[in-house]
């Protein structure tokens, strides 16, 4: 267990606000923007949706005191989605006024296909009390397009990712060839029709796409957005040449589902993690 908590640090900043705070000042310091995230998920149980609750207001209290440049995102059905989508919203607004007293954004996270509707309602009425509210899209999910059409056209902050739930071929693309040719189309979308949005991936070719976009539509704001632990030299070199890059930082005792999605994400990973195993 000690090890694999080990192993889990680079992907997680550990257990605690203050863990969260010291990853983000370290960020900071390499000219990254910090995005925090309090693990938990699929909360069915209102005591566990109150302590999130509490929990984000002490985290954006904190970051806030310490000078954090950075803002906070947040899981749905952490803050009630699956009781129900009007109980998620009014779990949400303390953490939305919090984050507005703070001047900074609030990032709602996407999960499964299933949340996606509840979400984008979720999202649409945080968006009308607060301006600095951002959605994450998903590039795997059939309906993307005709979302992404809809949220932009109100003004919509978006970060766009594949993204990484399993889901039936009747909503989501499934190779891989056909998730990067929706994700470049939306890349496109997000240049032609949006501003300061997030292009959250660590793949090398849509990082290329992004960069020629950025050239041909010359002043349009957006950021990189990448994970803790995650292709830490090509963040410095996009810093380096001017970019805005933001570091998603998650902290929190339920680590294990996320180091597990990670793990599955890249076979690579589990490689190195038993060579770290066997070298001890
Ligand atoms: P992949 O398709 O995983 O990888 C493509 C290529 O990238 C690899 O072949 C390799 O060349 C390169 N690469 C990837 N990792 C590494 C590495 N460690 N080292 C070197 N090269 C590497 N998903 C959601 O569903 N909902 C969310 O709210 C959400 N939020 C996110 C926020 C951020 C900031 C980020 C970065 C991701 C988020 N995701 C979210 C996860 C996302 O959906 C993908 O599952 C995840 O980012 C992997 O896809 P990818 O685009 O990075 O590239």
Not at 156 to 177: D, F, H
Not at 255 to 269: Q, T, V
Request: net charge neutral; with cysteine; hydrophobic share 40%.
């Amino acid at each position: 267990m000690e090890l694999l908590i080990r192993l889990a640090r680079q992907w997680v900043a550990g257990e605690t606000i203050e863990d969260a705070v010291r990853v983000a000042l370290a960020a900071n310091a390499r000219g990254i923007h910090a995005i925090v995230n309090h693990l938990g998920e699929h909360y069915r149980e209102k005591g566990q949706v109150e302590a999130t609750v509490q929990e984000y207001l002490r985290l954006v209290s904190q970051l806030r005191a310490a000078g954090v440049d950075g803002d906070v995102s947040v899981k749905p059905t952490q803050l009630g989605l699956l009781i129900d989508k009007g109980y998620a919203f009014s779990h949400i607004l303390p953490v939305l006024d919090a984050t507005k007293a703070w001047g900074r954004i609030l990032w709602v996270d996407m999960e499964a296909a299933s949340t996606v509707e509840d979400t984008i309602w979720i999202y649409e009425n945080l968006h009308t009390r607060y301006e600095r509210v951002g959605l994450c899209i998903q590039a795997n999910l059939r309906r993307t397009e005709g979302d992404l059409r809809r949220l932009l056209a109100n003004g919509a902050r978006i970060r766009l990712v594949k993204g990484a739930y399993k889901e039936t071929p009747e909503v989501a693309y499934a190779s891989r060839a056909e998730i990067d040719r929706e994700y470049v189309r939306h890349l496109e979308t997000l240049f032609k029709e949006g501003k300061d949005f997030a292009v959250a991936s660590h793949d090398g070719k849509m990082i290329e796409r992004t960069l020629e976009f950025a050239k041909t539509h010359a002043g349009v704001p957006f950021e990189f957005a990448m994970l803790q632990g995650v292709r830490d030299p090509l963040k410095a070199e996009l810093v380096g040449q001017g970019h805005l890059v933001t570091e998603y930082i998650p902290y929190g005792p339920t680590w294990l589902p996320y180091f597990s999605r990670r793990l599955r994400e890249r076979p690579r990973n589990i490689v190195t993690m038993v060579r770290s195993f066997v070298g001890g």
